[in-house]
């Protein structure tokens, strides 16, 4: 399994539609968000990317995506907005824990990244670990803007639904 991990600034006549912008330029616009919480299956590889969006996500228009994600969005003029998230793959067994953050300053949420990923490698009495993460951020200038992160896992069709709604 790949877990694909890519953030983007984006931006908009709203704090919505910079959020929209963001999902495009990631790849994830155009699919359901589920959003999960933050366990990394075992043996999985996440793949973190720099290029413009994330390739090869199967599915249609509408389908779902099952993703962690980090997004902050201002509309003020000279404010700052981060998002980040931050991951542990444990070398002998291959589980990894991810966590997200969002905030008004890199530093900020750079440090709450690695103070959550500590605390919940204690809780589940994990050794210390390298710590990995991919932060993006801007100040807003203008237009809203929104920081997104993404840790794309699978897509899913609706055609597999247990109950109809």
């Known amino acids: ?11 908009g006549a709203t704090p919505l539609a910079a959020f929209d912008s963001a999902l495009i330029k990631t790849g994830t616009a155009n699919y359901n968000l589920i959003r999960l919480s933050s366990v990394i299956p075992p043996k ?3 793949v973190e990317l720099h290029e413009a969006v994330m390739p090869d996500l199967p599915g249609k228009w509408g389908d779902r995506l099952y993703l ?3 997004e902050m ?5 000279n404010e700052e907005a981060w998002a980040g998230i931050g991951w542990v793959v444990d070398p002998q067994t291959g589980r990894g824990l991810f ?7 890199e530093q900020k949420v750079r440090r709450d990244i690695t103070d959550s990923l500590n605390g919940l490698l204690k809780n589940r009495e994990m050794g210390p ?3 990995k993460m991919h932060v993006v951020g801007a100040k807003c ?3 809203p803007i929104c920081a997104f992160v993404a840790a794309a896992y699978q897509v899913s069709s609706w055609k597999n639904r247990v109950a109809k709604l």
């Not at 790949?2 to 931006?11: E, L, P, Q, R």
């Open 73 to 77: 969005r201002t509309e003020t003029h």
């Open 99 to 105: 966590v997200e953050h969002e905030g008004h300053s």
């Open 1 to 11: 399994m790949k877990i694909y991990v890519k953030g983007a600034i984006g931006s």
């Open 44 to 46: 999985a590889e996440i």
């Open 68 to 70: 962690v994600y980090a």
């Open 141 to 143: 200038e203008g237009e």
């Open 129 to 131: 670990q390298e710590i």
